[in-house]
């Protein structure tokens, strides 16, 4: 799975050094969840103390845009997570409200809103669902 991401990183000639490895290997296990940036730079500045916040805060950035991850702002704080789907990057997410399960969704509802803005220009848009997933349904956790 992560075969994907080192590529895409050396398509846009960033070295694959130790610290940007345990960086994936870290948020690779966060494909289904966001996790706070907070928390990703605190367990790489455990492993790494020697590695400042702000270049774990930028190789974090770095991250974002080659799209390897996704992010968002959630209550003030930034949040980011794996990238779902490294073929349809544009996609958009369901998220339970009960687990933090994060599914994808891949219809853009971007033409609709088109349709009812003649004349303007959408720059960026960001879209959630939000509802209790299937599996926190069938056990009952609602
Ligand atoms: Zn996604
Ligand atoms: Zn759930
Ligand atoms: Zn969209």
Request: hydrophobic fraction near 30%.
């Given at each position: 799975m992560?075969?994907?991401?080192?590529?895409?990183?050396q398509k846009n000639?960033?070295?694959?050094?130790?610290?940007?490895?345990?960086?994936?290997?870290?948020?690779?296990?966060?494909?289904e969840h966001y996790v706070a940036v907070s928390a990703v730079d605190k367990y790489m500045h455990e492993i790494y103390p020697g590695m400042s916040h702000n270049t774990i805060y930028r190789n974090i950035k770095e991250f974002e845009e080659v799209g390897i991850i996704e992010n968002k702002l959630r209550d003030g704080s930034a949040w980011v997570?794996?990238?779902?789907?490294?073929?349809?990057?544009?996609?958009h997410h369901f998220v339970c409200k009960?687990?933090?399960?994060?599914?994808e969704?891949?219809?853009?509802?971007?033409?609709?809103?088109?349709?009812?803005?003649?004349?303007?220009?959408?720059?960026?848009?960001?879209f959630e669902l939000y509802g209790i997933c299937a599996d926190c349904i069938r056990l009952g956790k609602e």
């Open positions: 992560l075969e994907v991401a080192i590529k895409l990183l000639n960033y070295k694959i050094t130790k610290q940007r490895r345990s960086l994936l290997d870290y948020l690779s296990h966060f494909q997570k794996y990238q779902c789907d490294f073929v349809h990057q544009h996609h009960k687990c933090g399960k994060v599914q969704v891949q219809m853009c509802p971007l033409d609709f809103f088109e349709e009812q803005l003649p004349g303007c220009r959408i720059d960026e848009h960001h």
